[in-house]
């Protein structure tokens, strides 16, 4: 078991993020096989850039709204709300409206 406290975690910067503020509260490489979780903090118009990942990536909102957009398809999530994004699958993400958005972001390495 492993336990991680509130105040633990290591701020760092999401490549293709603007308006965000992430904490890694725990990393795959150390912490877990293959789990990384982070905390992301997106100010109102921040977002993330069209990209994708050979990681599986779930994100649980626990506060504000978002609109990730696929490449043929979009979703607006609000507090509760959670999205799978499979590997090799491309997304943006765009905060709506004035509120910041929180969001818990668990990213799995698929072997």
């Given at each position: 078991?492993?336990m991680?406290?509130?105040?633990?975690?290591?701020?760092?910067?999401?490549?293709?993020?603007?308006?965000?503020w992430?904490?890694?509260?725990?990393?795959?490489?150390?912490?877990?096989?293959?789990l990384?979780?982070?905390?992301s903090?997106f100010?109102?118009?921040?977002?993330?850039?069209m990209?994708?990942?050979?990681?599986?990536r779930?994100?649980?909102?626990?506060?504000?709204?978002?609109?990730?957009?696929?490449?043929?398809?979009?979703?607006?999530?609000?507090q509760?709300?959670?999205?799978?994004?499979?590997?090799?699958?491309?997304?943006?993400?765009?905060?709506?409206g004035?509120?910041?958005?929180?969001?818990?972001?668990?990213i799995?390495?698929v072997?």
């Open positions: 078991m492993k991680i406290k509130k105040e633990s975690g290591n701020p760092y910067e999401a490549k293709g993020h603007s308006g965000c992430a904490v890694r509260k725990m990393d795959a490489a150390k912490d877990s096989r293959r990384s979780i982070s905390l903090h100010l109102p118009q921040g977002g993330a850039e990209s994708s990942s050979p990681k599986e779930v994100y649980f909102i626990l506060s504000g709204s978002m609109l990730v957009k696929g490449k043929t398809e979009e979703y607006r999530l609000s509760g709300d959670l999205i799978y994004i499979a590997p090799g699958e491309e997304r943006e993400v765009q905060v709506i004035t509120e910041p958005v929180t969001s818990l972001v668990v799995v390495d072997d």
